[in-house]
């Protein structure tokens, strides 16, 4: 009886040790946000797109884009392979330099603006919206409002495989094979 109690004992500390080990190898993918400097940095480094999630602190569809999206290991996994990942919070209070000018936050009413959230977004100011910067750190898109995981593995698929190359968003739309679950 005590054999089969130190043999049970021992098959539950292997099955807890086994459990830990597995979970350990099998983090959770996360995105490694980056600040838009720090992309830039690495961009000059070694080009490669950049994507730009345009947020502000109280919009409750930028917090859920960032729950259910963003989160999400397939998303994670196709932006940190194919962008430098930027969070860019369109009514900081900091400066920013980029190509030689100053942007700064603009008062307006009670809240106000950055001024190159501003510029990324042609001055239509929307949360969230998505940019995106091409190999040359040019525009390739922006598009406003919440991204569903659905919809954002197609247009990461789209751009950072360079689809757009190829073929029009609706053939490549129609013969799309996600890989979420």
């Not at 539950?12 to 040790?17: R, Y």
């Not at 898109?141 to 689809?163: A, F, H, S, T």
């Amino acid at each position: 009886m005590k054999l089969l109690l130190t043999y049970k004992k021992s098959v539950k500390q292997t099955v807890l040790i086994l459990f830990l080990a597995s979970t350990s190898w099998c983090q959770a993918q996360t995105i490694e946000w980056l600040t838009f400097e720090e992309a830039i940095a690495l961009h000059k480094k070694a080009p490669k797109k950049i994507l730009i999630d345009v947020y502000t602190d109280w919009c409750g569809y930028c917090k859920k884009m960032e729950r259910v999206t963003y989160e999400n290991e397939t998303i994670a996994s196709l932006v940190n392979n194919y962008f430098y990942p930027v969070k860019f919070n369109a009514e900081q209070k900091e400066n920013l330099i980029y190509n030689g000018k100053t942007y700064s936050f603009i008062q307006k009413g009670r809240r106000g603006f950055h001024e190159f959230a501003a510029e990324l977004l042609n001055g239509k100011m929307s949360y969230p919206s998505t940019v995106f910067l091409g190999n040359d750190a040019s525009l390739l898109d922006k598009i406003p409002g919440y991204l569903n995981p659905q919809l954002m593995e197609k247009i990461l698929v789209y751009l950072g495989e360079e689809k757009f190359n190829s073929e029009d968003w609706d053939h490549f739309d129609k013969n799309f094979k996600s890989k979420l679950d």
